[in-house]
């Protein structure tokens, strides 16, 4: 068998292994997946006729803070689907696994592999049911293309593929479960930091430079100018330069500290 068989072939098992676990444990799924659907309606039902002023020119009530709102949610489900990721890493490595992984004819880096399809399958479904949420609320993308549709579905792989080797990272370098949650909760608080809830222009001159020069901001024009028919700018470039940069940054980091050995 060749190399490559052999590695798709490894990769494939733990790939299935960690689809399994996730339907054997879907509580932290589960609880990942709440936080993005509760903030998609508290912000709605309790601020969106409010938020909704800010919005365009003189707002457009509670449907048009949806329609600005879920892209920013679905790229915020991403970020919290993938903190599960982190915390799964995390456990292997503390549980003795990777070391039994390692003493077994198996492929070197099918177990991050396995990680990562898996986390980008469960982020896509995640965001497929936030979309469904948001559907169900009054979402509605009129004017997108099939090529409008295609880019935005590219860009949330892409996305859940760059924030899933961040986190793939961040798992290796925990010490526990516990601190692999911690130290990925950025990955949920930064969309609250970008322009997912309210734009650029309506934030104080001190504070949009935080706003503006994240990776979420971009992400979330992007998909938002995609979904809505609205102008995307430089921030269909911006976004992919985020996905290629984090993508790369995070596979160089996880398997360094994965062919370094264990904690």
């Not at 659907?37 to 309790?46: A, N, R, T």
């Not at 909760?185 to 930091?193: F, Q, R, S, T």
Request: proline share 4%.
């Amino acid at each position: 068998m060749s190399s490559l068989s052999l590695a798709v072939r490894d990769s494939g098992t733990m790939l299935r292994r960690n689809l399994l676990h996730a339907r054997r444990y879907p509580s932290l799924t589960l609880n990942l997946l709440l936080t993005p659907v509760m903030l998609l309606l508290l912000f709605v039902y309790i601020f969106g006729d409010t938020m909704s002023a800010g919005i365009g020119d003189g707002g457009g009530g509670r449907a048009a803070y949806i329609a600005y709102i879920v892209p920013g949610i679905l790229m915020m489900t991403i970020g919290s689907t993938v903190v599960g990721t982190a915390v799964s890493v995390s456990t292997d490595m503390t549980e003795g696994i990777i070391a039994r992984f390692r003493t077994m004819a198996i492929h070197r880096g099918s177990v991050l592999v396995g990680h990562v399809i898996g986390s980008v399958l469960q982020a896509v479904a995640s965001v497929v049911l936030v979309g469904a949420v948001g559907v169900a609320i009054g979402f509605r993308s009129v004017d997108a293309t099939a090529v409008e549709w295609l880019a935005a579905f590219g860009l949330l792989v892409l996305f859940s593929l760059a924030l899933t080797w961040i986190a793939v990272g961040m798992g290796l370098v925990s010490p526990n479960a516990e601190a692999a949650g911690n130290s990925a909760m950025p990955l949920i608080l930064l969309p609250l930091l970008s322009s997912a809830f309210t734009p650029l222009d309506s934030m104080p001159g001190w504070f949009r430079p935080v706003a503006e020069y994240q990776p979420f901001t971009p992400a979330i024009e992007t998909l938002r100018g995609l979904l809505l028919g609205t102008g995307i700018g430089n921030s269909g470039w911006l976004a992919a330069g985020w996905c290629l940069g984090l993508t790369v940054l995070g596979y160089l980091w996880a398997t360094a500290r994965f062919n370094g050995g264990t904690k």
